[in-house]
């Protein structure tokens, strides 16, 4: 498999950023060791004020491209840099996360050249706190389609930041904020891809994500309303509607009774099953 062309990338890496001066180096150098190639990097900064600008700017190359807007979220940045986007092929990446599998690009950009009827990829990560320590070693994702279509409606079955799918295929579904109704904007994403194509995860770990901090817990309950009705919008969709709305809501109550810690847990385990 060669791929090579200057003016048109096989891959263009998403990072939006926002405030992350001390750590989008580290995003930004994990994709420039990658064994693939034939890649573009646009950092979208969403109204960054710490010096973010001023930090990406000295990582600037032929690779590296940078744009500025006034701070708008993530999808609307995501959005933006896919736009200005070359490769037939995005791969997502958030500047506070990182690569460490040095095959990733090649992996996936493999699988989608041979099968034809993929829109969406993605793999395994480690999760780790804002000290960089590793809390979780292994997410356990979902591989096949059918085993994906079975859990979609219970749980976000993709990790954002391992993700790579064709750019015809977000084209054809409106992107990340279009009719987002404030969905988790990734989840909802992937909900509408597999409406027109087959998707897949594969076992390899391919990323370190950082678990998202700062998020009141009044942010957390809203999130878990709107995930309750981004399961509604798609039940005629995918199996195991009244299954993941009833865990949902369960998880929401989680919210408002002693020993949410414990609650929680449960609430995991019963997602797996």
Not at 149 to 155: G, V
């Amino acid at each position: 498999m060669k791929h090579f062309n200057v003016q048109k990338p096989i891959v263009s890496v998403i990072i939006a950023t926002y405030n992350r001066k001390e750590i989008i180096s580290r995003a930004i150098e994990s994709v420039l060791c990658q064994s693939f190639s034939d890649y573009e990097i646009i950092v979208v900064d969403d109204g960054s004020t710490d010096g973010t600008r001023d930090r990406i700017k000295e990582l600037i190359s032929s690779k590296v491209h940078y744009f500025y807007e006034n701070n708008a979220g993530p999808d609307v940045a995501r959005d933006l840099g896919i736009r200005k986007s070359k490769g037939k092929y995005i791969a997502i990446l958030d500047s506070d996360d990182y690569w460490v599998d040095k095959d990733k690009l090649r992996k996936q950009v493999k699988f989608l050249d041979e099968n034809l009827s993929y829109v969406l990829v993605g793999g395994n990560a480690s999760v780790v706190n804002e000290l960089g320590q590793k809390i979780v070693e292994d997410i356990d994702v979902s591989i096949s389609d059918e085993e994906i279509r079975e859990k979609i409606l219970i749980e976000n079955p993709f990790i954002h930041v391992t993700a790579m799918y064709r750019k015809s295929t977000w084209e054809k579904v409106g992107g990340y904020g279009k009719n987002s109704r404030g969905f988790s904007e990734d989840w909802n994403l992937w909900l509408k891809m597999g409406k027109i194509g087959k998707i897949y995860n594969f076992k390899d770990k391919f990323a370190c994500y950082r678990a998202g901090g700062g998020y009141s817990s009044l942010w957390r309950k809203q999130s878990v309303l709107l995930d309750l009705k981004l399961r509604m919008v798609y039940g005629r969709d995918y199996p195991h509607f009244i299954k993941g709305y009833v865990l949902g809501f369960l998880y929401y109550l989680s919210f408002f009774i002693p020993f949410r810690k414990y609650a929680r847990l449960c609430f995991y385990k019963l997602n797996k099953k």
